[in-house]
């Protein structure tokens, strides 16, 4: 993949802060685009440490090696990618969240993020994909906290399972079915979604 895709993948990040914010910036910089030109199979520390100007040393000691950091790489291009939604309403959250996305997992970095969580032949990645998706479902429930206080969820809801029922059929029809995509069939898992777990109204 050309230079010039690897820079449109994501907005460069912000190099703010001492010495270790900019370090990390570098780094995590540096294993984006090793990532998304080589892979997780083919990225090197010694040639990550090269790039972002750091001693390979710092990167062990820091990330201990080579699925952590590439892990911490994705987990930070993915938020800067798919920030938070805070529309006001449970369903304008839940549509922004899918909307988002969708056009993201056709980008690179997107590609990549679905391939790694297809992995299961490298052990010592399962902690770090694990840890990765949790993060994701912990910023994904914050949505559902603020609509229950504003009296729009059902006591009983599960976060974590109305975003994979929200998500699921985006998927599937990606990985298995090949069936087409748009925006009616993202609105319809919405308000799929909403009868199921939506307040009943006062």
């Known amino acids: 993949m ?12 912000r190099r703010t802060g001492g010495r270790s914010a ?5 780094v995590i910089e540096a294993t984006l685009a090793a990532l998304l030109t080589r892979g997780l199979d083919d990225i090197s520390i010694t040639e990550i440490a090269q790039q972002a100007g750091v001693h390979p040393t ?43 996305i969708f056009p993201f997992l056709r980008t690179p970095l997107g590609e990549l993020l679905v391939r790694l969580a297809l992995r299961r032949d490298l052990p010592e990645y399962e ?20 609509a229950r206080a504003r009296g729009e969820l ?31 069939l993202l609105v319809r898992c919405v308000d799929l979604v909403l009868d199921g777990i939506a307040a009943p109204p006062r």
Request: charged letters at 25%; glycine letters at 10%.
């Open 22 to 26: 900019r370090v990390r910036t570098a």
């Open 2 to 13: 050309a230079t010039m895709e690897v820079q449109a993948a994501r907005q460069p990040v």
């Open 127 to 146: 902690a770090a994909r694990a840890g990765y998706w949790a993060q994701r479902f912990r910023a994904g429930a914050a949505l559902f906290e603020r």
């Open 58 to 100: 710092t990167i062990y000691r820091r990330w201990g090696g080579r699925s952590n950091l590439a892990l911490d790489a994705v987990l930070s291009g993915t938020e800067a990618e798919i920030p938070p939604p805070d529309t006001g309403s449970l369903r304008g959250d839940l549509l922004a969240v899918i909307r988002g």
């Open 154 to 184: 059902r006591a009983d809801v599960d976060p974590v399972l109305a975003l994979e029922t929200l998500v699921g059929p985006m998927y599937v029809r990606m990985l298995m079915t090949g069936e087409p995509l748009d925006d009616a």
